[in-house]
T-cell receptor
C-alpha cells in the first residue's frame, strides 16, 4: 500500500509565499501530481514530477526528492482565489494489474487572508 | 465533450434506495476512473475502466457497488440499498491513455455527484 501525508490546513497572507509539503512511502514509484480543488468543484491538475528537482510553472512550483519520499508545492504572490484544497497524489506500479495506480493524500486546505 | 460531465450533481436518497450516477468522459479518452471523496478527505479510488473493460474494481467497498461502461464511453456507478456511510461526493475522471502508459497521464475530473443518504 501507500502512505501519503500532508498537513490538514494552512493559512497564509495575500501576496506572501506558502509551501505545502507532502511525504509518501511507496514501492514502484512513477510520479507525483499536485491537484487544486476549490470547494464543490472538480480537482484540476497543477503539476507533475517524476525526476528529482524543481518544476516551475508561473506562480506555482513543485519539488520532488525521490530518495526522501518528499515533495512540496510552492505558491508565490498568493491571491485570494488560491484559497482551495491542494491534493498530493502518488502514482505507483500496481503489481496486481501491471499498470499504474494513482493514490491521493487527504489534501491540504489553504486559506488566504487579506 | 469539452470536459467530464457528471449527473446528477446532487442526489438525496433514503436509506435502502438504489441510486445511479452517470459520467460522460471526454470524447476519445481511453481510461475512466471512479473515486469516492468524503468531506474533508482526498479522493479514494473505486474502480477503473480501459475502454469498456473494467480492469480494476479493487476499491469498491462492497458488492452493493457496481459500475459499467458498456460501449467504452459513458459510465454508470450504481449503488444498491444505500446506507448512510455511502454519503460522499463521487468523482469521475478520464484520461487519454491507459494506465500502462508510464508518462504523465493527467486525469481530468468531473465536478462530482454529491450523494446524501438519509
Amino acid at each position: 500500500g501507500q502512505n501519503i501525508d500532508q498537513p490538514t490546513e494552512m493559512t497564509a497572507t495575500e501576496g506572501a509565499i506558502v509551501q505545502i509539503n507532502c511525504t509518501y512511502q511507496t514501492s514502484g514509484f512513477n510520479g507525483l501530481f499536485w491537484y487544486q480543488q476549490h470547494a464543490g468543484e472538480a480537482p484540476t491538475f497543477l503539476s507533475y514530477n517524476v525526476l528529482d528537482g524543481l518544476e516551475e510553472k508561473g506562480r506555482f512550483s513543485s519539488f520532488l526528492s525521490r530518495s526522501k519520499g518528499y515533495s512540496y508545492l510552492l505558491l508565490k504572490e498568493l491571491q485570494m482565489k488560491d484559497s482551495a484544497s491542494y491534493l498530493c497524489a502518488v502514482r505507483a506500479l500496481y503489481s496486481g494489474a501491471g499498470s499504474y495506480q494513482l493514490t491521493f493524500g487527504k489534501g491540504t486546505k489553504l486559506s488566504v487572508i487579506p | 465533450g469539452a470536459g467530464v460531465s457528471q449527473s446528477p450533481r446532487y442526489k438525496v436518497a433514503k436509506r435502502g434506495q438504489d441510486v445511479a450516477l452517470r459520467c460522460d468522459p471526454i470524447s476519445g479518452h481511453v481510461s475512466l476512473f471512479w473515486y469516492q471523496q468524503a468531506l474533508g478527505q482526498g479522493p479514494e479510488f473505486l474502480t477503473y475502466f480501459q475502454n469498456e473493460a473494467q480492469l480494476d474494481k479493487s476499491g469498491l467497498p462492497s458488492d452493493r457497488f457496481f459500475a459499467e461502461r458498456p460501449e467504452g464511453s459513458v459510465s454508470t456507478l450504481k449503488i444498491q440499498r444505500t446506507q448512510q456511510e455511502d454519503s460522499a461526493v463521487y468523482l469521475c475522471a478520464s484520461s487519454l491513455v491507459g494506465t500502462g502508459f508510464s508518462g504523465a497521464n493527467v486525469l481530468t475530473f468531473g465536478a462530482g455527484s454529491r450523494l446524501t443518504v438519509l
